[in-house]
T-cell receptor, first 115, second 116 residues
Framework: KQEVTQIPAALSVPEGENLVLNCSFT??????LQWFRQDPGKGLTSLLL?????REQTSGRLNASLDKSSGRSTLYIAASQPGDSATYLC??????????????FGQGTTLQVKP | DAGVIQSPRHEVTEMGQEVTLRCKPI?????LFWYRQTMMRGLELLIY????????DSGMPEDRFSAKMPNASFSTLKIQPSEPRDSAVYFC??????????????FGSGTRLTVV
């Protein structure tokens, strides 16, 4: 059974700092991995998607990497801003899900960026 | 497009009552997902549909839960009878299959259900 773990559960940093969020998964046979952002009381917003054949994806100040063999992904946020404060969730498509979009989520990392 | 639309945003009901949650996916998306989020268990997939057909309902916790998708633009999640432990935020999401990810995977704002 695929399990997704995110460390740390919470993180507080001063504005401007570069930071890394970690995600690990137990079964490397994934179809893809996504990072989402969730603001309090809101739904999830997709940030980055990495297909299983890719190593990384970048969008603005965000960079996500994927190492399937070790079952790990990282989300790098450069020059953090208070507006980056949110919960970040990692999700993988489990083996056998093909391209249906079925996802298994980690518990998330709650980030606070202090001005 | 207005995104994935869920209703109601909040629902408070008494134990034993029937609850119906509604979802309108993004037009053109052919996969629809119902998730439940709680502090203890995080986000869990309950059921998903592809082209209006239920593909995997292994996440539905009990027979009290049922979901339907009568057409490509509407889905319901029903709980009958409801129990206090069903209290959670229920999210609907839709995507395009074959799935290319990114902005194609879209969540609604959720329905916060409280069963007292």
């Amino acid at each position: 059974k695929q399990e997704v773990t995110q460390i740390p559960a919470a993180l507080s940093v001063p504005e401007g700092e570069n930071l890394v969020l970690n995600c690990s998964f137990t079964d490397s046979a994934i179809y893809n991995l996504q990072w989402f952002r969730q603001d309090p009381g809101k739904g999830l917003t997709s940030l980055l998607l990495i297909q299983s054949s890719q190593r990384e994806q970048t969008s603005g100040r965000l960079n996500a990497s994927l190492d399937k063999s070790s079952g790990r992904s990282t989300l790098y946020i450069a020059a953090s801003q208070p507006g980056d404060s949110a919960t970040y969730l990692c999700a993988v498509s489990p083996p056998g899900s093909g391209n249906t979009g079925k996802l298994i989520f980690g518990q998330g990392t709650t980030l606070q960026v202090k001005p | 497009d207005a995104g994935v639309i869920q209703s109601p945003r909040h629902e408070v009901t008494e134990m034993g009552q029937e609850v119906t949650l509604r979802c309108k996916p993004i037009s053109g998306h052919n996969s629809l997902f119902w998730y439940r989020q709680t502090m203890m268990r995080g986000l869990e997939l309950l059921i998903y549909f592809n082209n209006n057909v239920p593909i995997d309902d292994s996440g539905m916790p009990e027979d009290r839960f049922s979901a339907k998708m009568p057409n490509a633009s509407f889905s319901t999640l029903k709980i009958q009878p409801s129990e206090p432990r069903d209290s959670a935020v229920y999210f609907c999401a839709s995507s395009l299959n074959p799935f290319t990810g990114g902005p194609g995977y879209t969540f609604g704002s959720g329905t916060r259900l409280t069963v007292v």
